[in-house]
């Protein structure tokens, strides 16, 4: 799995897809892996996403809603 300068992790995807592609879905995953503050237990934690727009904290395991790619855009 490689990471380059120019698109990081979507690095591994090699010269697939389109440059612009890879920077896209780069900046969707450094996003998706980012730390957030639980809106529950104010904890900065690495939110799981069940599914699209669905989150979940990995420390109270509580469930909210948020957006497609990232927990929340209201902190
Ligand atoms: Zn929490």
Do not use: E, H
């Not at 990081?8 to 995807?13: D, L, S, T």
């Amino acid at each position: 799995m490689g990471r380059t300068k120019t698109v990081g992790i979507a690095g591994r995807f090699g010269p697939r897809y389109g440059s612009s592609v890879r920077k896209k879905w780069n900046s969707i995953m450094v996003r998706k892996y980012q730390l957030y503050y639980c809106p529950f237990c104010g904890l900065r934690v690495r939110m799981k996403r069940v599914s699209v727009g669905i989150w979940s904290c990995s420390k109270c395991g509580r469930v909210f809603a948020g957006d497609a790619y990232q927990p929340t855009s209201k902190f």
